[in-house]
Protein backbone atom coordinates (compact mmCIF):
# COMPACT_ATOMS: atom_id res chain seq x y z
CA UNK A 1 0.00 0.00 0.00
CA UNK A 2 1.48 3.36 -1.18
CA UNK A 3 0.79 5.77 1.56
CA UNK A 4 2.27 8.67 -0.13
CA UNK A 5 1.69 9.38 -3.87
CA UNK A 6 4.02 11.69 -5.84
CA UNK A 7 3.14 13.53 -8.88
CA UNK A 8 4.58 14.25 -11.95
CA UNK A 9 7.34 10.98 -12.19
CA UNK A 10 9.01 13.51 -14.47
CA UNK A 11 9.24 17.34 -15.13
CA UNK A 12 10.96 19.58 -17.83
CA UNK A 13 10.53 23.34 -16.93
CA UNK A 14 12.75 26.13 -18.78
CA UNK A 15 15.06 28.04 -16.80
CA UNK A 16 13.19 30.80 -14.61
CA UNK A 17 10.14 28.91 -15.09
CA UNK A 18 7.84 27.49 -12.03
CA UNK A 19 8.31 23.88 -10.74
CA UNK A 20 5.38 22.49 -9.05
CA UNK A 21 5.64 18.56 -7.65
CA UNK A 22 2.39 17.40 -5.62
CA UNK A 23 1.96 14.44 -2.89
CA UNK A 24 -1.02 13.20 -1.52
CA UNK A 25 -0.87 10.93 1.51
CA UNK A 26 -3.65 8.59 3.40
CA UNK A 27 -2.54 8.51 7.04
CA UNK A 28 -3.99 11.27 8.99
CA UNK A 29 -1.33 10.30 11.70
CA UNK A 30 1.31 12.13 10.21
CA UNK A 31 2.72 15.01 11.64
CA UNK A 32 5.47 15.79 9.60
CA UNK A 33 6.17 16.69 6.26
CA UNK A 34 9.62 16.80 4.28
CA UNK A 35 10.84 17.07 0.74
CA UNK A 36 14.42 15.62 -0.19
CA UNK A 37 16.60 16.33 -2.96
CA UNK A 38 18.76 14.19 -4.30
CA UNK A 39 21.61 14.47 -7.11
CA UNK A 40 22.96 11.74 -9.50
CA UNK A 41 25.15 9.11 -7.48
CA UNK A 42 24.24 11.12 -4.11
CA UNK A 43 21.89 10.19 -1.36
CA UNK A 44 19.06 12.04 -0.68
CA UNK A 45 19.19 15.24 1.51
CA UNK A 46 16.34 17.49 3.19
CA UNK A 47 15.71 20.56 1.36
CA UNK A 48 12.57 21.66 3.41
CA UNK A 49 9.88 20.48 5.58
CA UNK A 50 6.71 21.25 7.13
CA UNK A 51 4.57 20.82 10.17
CA UNK A 52 0.37 20.25 9.77
CA UNK A 53 0.08 22.96 11.67
CA UNK A 54 0.87 25.84 9.08
CA UNK A 55 -0.53 26.16 5.71
CA UNK A 56 2.84 27.22 3.95
CA UNK A 57 6.42 27.22 4.18
CA UNK A 58 9.00 29.68 2.11
CA UNK A 59 12.81 28.60 1.96
CA UNK A 60 14.35 31.85 -0.81
CA UNK A 61 13.07 29.88 -4.27
CA UNK A 62 11.38 26.47 -2.08
CA UNK A 63 7.85 26.84 -0.97
CA UNK A 64 5.38 24.24 0.74
CA UNK A 65 2.30 24.41 0.54
CA UNK A 66 0.34 22.23 2.31
CA UNK A 67 -3.84 21.37 2.57
CA UNK A 68 -4.99 19.48 5.63
CA UNK A 69 -7.96 18.79 4.73
CA UNK A 70 -7.16 17.49 1.51
CA UNK A 71 -4.01 15.67 2.80
CA UNK A 72 -2.29 17.11 0.06
CA UNK A 73 1.05 19.03 0.07
CA UNK A 74 3.26 20.35 -2.98
CA UNK A 75 6.50 22.20 -3.77
CA UNK A 76 7.11 24.69 -5.69
CA UNK A 77 10.22 26.34 -7.17
CA UNK A 78 10.16 29.28 -8.26
CA UNK A 79 13.00 30.63 -10.80
CA UNK A 80 13.40 27.67 -11.49
CA UNK A 81 17.44 27.38 -12.53
CA UNK A 82 19.50 24.14 -14.25
CA UNK A 83 21.39 23.70 -11.24
CA UNK A 84 17.99 22.47 -10.03
CA UNK A 85 17.99 19.49 -12.36
CA UNK A 86 17.42 16.70 -9.63
CA UNK A 87 15.04 14.12 -8.52
CA UNK A 88 12.54 15.23 -5.69
CA UNK A 89 10.88 13.07 -3.01
CA UNK A 90 8.11 14.05 -0.36
CA UNK A 91 7.72 11.87 2.75
CA UNK A 92 6.00 11.74 5.47
CA UNK A 93 6.62 10.44 9.22
CA UNK A 94 5.05 10.09 12.43
CA UNK A 95 7.86 9.43 14.96
CA UNK A 96 10.88 8.23 13.39
CA UNK A 97 9.68 6.18 10.10
CA UNK A 98 10.05 8.11 7.25
CA UNK A 99 7.13 7.12 4.26
CA UNK A 100 8.70 9.01 0.69
CA UNK A 101 6.94 8.94 -2.24
CA UNK A 102 7.77 7.63 -5.76
CA UNK A 103 10.67 10.61 -6.76
CA UNK A 104 9.98 13.40 -9.34
CA UNK A 105 13.08 13.88 -12.17
CA UNK A 106 13.28 17.36 -12.62
CA UNK A 107 14.84 18.68 -15.56
CA UNK A 108 15.39 22.71 -15.89
CA UNK A 109 16.22 23.12 -19.36
CA UNK A 110 18.88 25.96 -20.13
CA UNK B 1 32.41 17.29 9.99
CA UNK B 2 32.04 14.38 9.05
CA UNK B 3 28.49 12.49 7.15
CA UNK B 4 27.19 9.06 6.86
CA UNK B 5 29.89 6.90 5.27
CA UNK B 6 28.63 3.60 2.92
CA UNK B 7 31.23 0.98 1.38
CA UNK B 8 31.71 -0.18 -0.81
CA UNK B 9 30.81 2.67 -3.33
CA UNK B 10 30.14 -0.15 -5.94
CA UNK B 11 30.22 -3.94 -5.81
CA UNK B 12 29.29 -6.19 -8.46
CA UNK B 13 28.64 -10.27 -7.67
CA UNK B 14 27.68 -13.16 -9.18
CA UNK B 15 24.19 -14.32 -8.65
CA UNK B 16 23.85 -16.93 -5.65
CA UNK B 17 27.09 -14.95 -3.56
CA UNK B 18 26.78 -13.04 -0.57
CA UNK B 19 27.03 -9.48 -0.04
CA UNK B 20 27.97 -7.47 2.51
CA UNK B 21 27.16 -3.65 2.55
CA UNK B 22 28.48 -1.59 5.55
CA UNK B 23 26.97 2.04 6.98
CA UNK B 24 28.60 4.34 9.24
CA UNK B 25 26.40 6.63 10.77
CA UNK B 26 27.11 10.00 12.19
CA UNK B 27 28.42 10.02 15.57
CA UNK B 28 25.54 10.27 17.73
CA UNK B 29 22.79 9.50 16.04
CA UNK B 30 20.95 6.59 17.69
CA UNK B 31 18.58 5.90 14.70
CA UNK B 32 19.71 3.79 11.67
CA UNK B 33 18.05 2.74 8.19
CA UNK B 34 18.55 1.16 5.57
CA UNK B 35 16.60 1.40 1.96
CA UNK B 36 16.79 0.21 -1.82
CA UNK B 37 16.43 2.36 -4.55
CA UNK B 38 15.94 0.76 -7.83
CA UNK B 39 16.67 2.11 -10.95
CA UNK B 40 14.79 5.25 -11.31
CA UNK B 41 12.47 4.33 -8.60
CA UNK B 42 11.59 5.82 -5.01
CA UNK B 43 13.15 4.78 -1.88
CA UNK B 44 12.05 1.36 -0.52
CA UNK B 45 12.18 1.06 3.35
CA UNK B 46 14.11 -1.73 4.69
CA UNK B 47 14.99 -2.05 8.26
CA UNK B 48 15.24 0.55 11.25
CA UNK B 49 17.27 0.41 14.08
CA UNK B 50 16.63 2.89 17.19
CA UNK B 51 19.02 2.64 19.88
CA UNK B 52 19.75 -0.50 21.86
CA UNK B 53 15.65 -1.62 21.04
CA UNK B 54 15.34 -4.70 18.32
CA UNK B 55 14.78 -3.42 15.37
CA UNK B 56 11.94 -2.88 12.66
CA UNK B 57 12.74 -5.35 9.95
CA UNK B 58 8.74 -4.77 8.54
CA UNK B 59 10.32 -3.88 5.46
CA UNK B 60 12.85 -6.49 4.53
CA UNK B 61 11.69 -8.03 1.26
CA UNK B 62 12.84 -11.65 2.39
CA UNK B 63 14.76 -14.24 4.63
CA UNK B 64 17.89 -13.70 2.45
CA UNK B 65 18.06 -10.02 3.88
CA UNK B 66 19.56 -9.57 7.65
CA UNK B 67 21.34 -6.66 9.51
CA UNK B 68 23.00 -6.31 12.41
CA UNK B 69 24.31 -2.81 13.83
CA UNK B 70 27.13 -3.54 16.48
CA UNK B 71 27.89 -1.40 19.66
CA UNK B 72 25.16 0.94 18.17
CA UNK B 73 27.12 2.71 15.62
CA UNK B 74 27.99 0.64 12.09
CA UNK B 75 25.48 -1.31 10.45
CA UNK B 76 25.97 -4.02 7.73
CA UNK B 77 23.46 -5.03 5.50
CA UNK B 78 24.00 -9.03 4.41
CA UNK B 79 22.34 -10.33 1.23
CA UNK B 80 22.79 -14.20 0.61
CA UNK B 81 21.95 -16.16 -2.30
CA UNK B 82 21.86 -13.03 -4.28
CA UNK B 83 19.34 -12.28 -7.09
CA UNK B 84 19.23 -10.16 -10.21
CA UNK B 85 16.54 -8.54 -8.78
CA UNK B 86 18.62 -7.22 -5.86
CA UNK B 87 20.35 -4.83 -8.23
CA UNK B 88 19.42 -1.84 -6.90
CA UNK B 89 21.32 1.46 -4.73
CA UNK B 90 21.38 0.88 -0.91
CA UNK B 91 21.02 3.75 1.01
CA UNK B 92 22.19 4.61 4.27
CA UNK B 93 20.89 6.82 6.33
CA UNK B 94 21.24 7.75 10.30
CA UNK B 95 19.15 10.62 12.33
CA UNK B 96 18.78 11.95 16.47
CA UNK B 97 16.11 10.28 17.30
CA UNK B 98 13.64 12.48 18.80
CA UNK B 99 10.41 12.66 19.41
CA UNK B 100 8.90 14.62 16.75
CA UNK B 101 11.78 15.65 14.94
CA UNK B 102 13.00 13.17 11.77
CA UNK B 103 15.62 14.78 9.43
CA UNK B 104 17.54 11.76 8.09
CA UNK B 105 21.15 12.39 6.96
CA UNK B 106 21.29 9.70 3.60
CA UNK B 107 25.05 8.29 3.11
CA UNK B 108 25.79 8.40 -0.44
CA UNK B 109 24.92 4.38 -1.47
CA UNK B 110 26.49 1.47 -2.00
CA UNK B 111 25.85 0.52 -6.05
CA UNK B 112 24.73 -3.81 -5.93
CA UNK B 113 24.89 -5.11 -9.50
CA UNK B 114 24.16 -8.99 -9.81
CA UNK B 115 25.11 -10.67 -12.71
Redesign the interface.
Known sequence: QQQVK?SPQSLIVQKGGISIINCAYENTAF??F?W?QQFP??????LI?IRPDVSEKKEGRFTISFNKSAKQFSLHIMDSQPGDSATY?CAA?K?????????T?LMVKP | GAG?SQSPSNKVTEKGKDVELRCDPISGHT?L?WYRQSL????E?LI?F?GNSAP?KSGLPSDRFSAERTGGSVSTLTIQRTQQEDSAVY?C?S?V?M???????????TRLTVL
Open positions: QDYPYGKGPALAFSGNMLTFGGGR | VAYGQGLFYQDLASSADYNEQFFGPG
